[in-house]
């Protein structure tokens, strides 16, 4: 009950800014991935699931190489600016945990090194599918060279670039894999 002496804000009538960081502005719901990023357990991990997910439903689209490549690079050029609105809307830092957009998009960019039909002939993909997912957590996590310098980059563009990075690991590894007869 209310006293004169009481000063505290009623929760109701303090601005919505003030109560959530803005997660369900439209930059911060794209940048974690509805939400996925949001979950406190590895939530870089469960962008990068996405990721596999989203590469498979691309692959199986039928879409001709160069459609497929240009789907990809347009997510990933997006998430460019989606990943610099959501970490100024969130204020934590500059690559904040809940942004997985950027491993979202860069598992599927990473995945044009295999052809189509080895990625989305399920059951027969699914260990190609959890290499690469493997194999993007390793370097998204380990950052080998230039991961480490491009998550240096300005807003945005640093958040996309090292995964950017680890895409590329992925990629080369997963040549080398198959070229072995591995995968």
Same mark, same amino acid.
């Given at each position: 009950?209310?006293?004169? !002496? &009481? /000063?505290? /804000? %009623? =929760? &109701?009538? $303090? %601005? =919505? =800014? =003030?109560?959530? %960081?803005?997660?369900? @502005?439209?930059? #911060? !719901? @794209?940048? /974690?991935?509805?939400? #996925?990023? $949001?979950? %406190? !357990?590895?939530?870089? /991990? !469960?962008?990068? @699931?996405v990721g596999v997910g989203l590469a498979l439903a691309i692959g199986r689209l039928g879409l001709p190489f160069p459609a497929e490549v240009a789907a990809i690079v347009a997510i990933n050029a997006v998430g460019v600016p989606i990943c610099t609105a959501a970490a100024r809307r969130l204020g934590r830092g500059t690559d904040p945990g809940a942004i997985v957009f950027d491993e979202m998009a860069s598992v599927p960019l990473g995945l044009l090194a295999v052809p189509a039909a080895a990625r989305t002939a399920l059951p027969e993909s699914l260990p190609l599918l959890l290499a690469a997912f493997a194999l993007h957590r390793l370097f998204d996590i380990t950052k080998p060279f230039p991961c480490r310098r491009l998550e240096h980059l300005p807003a945005g563009l640093g958040i996309m670039a090292d995964d950017w990075g680890a895409a590329a690991w992925m990629a080369v590894a997963l040549a080398a894999c198959r070229w072995c007869g591995w995968l």
């Open positions: 009950m209310g006293s004169s !002496l &009481d /000063t505290s /804000t %009623p =929760a &109701d009538s $303090r %601005p =919505a =800014a =003030a109560a959530a %960081p803005g997660w369900f @502005a439209p930059a #911060v !719901l @794209a940048a /974690t991935c509805g939400g #996925v990023g $949001r979950i %406190p !357990l590895a939530p870089g /991990t !469960l962008g990068a @699931a």
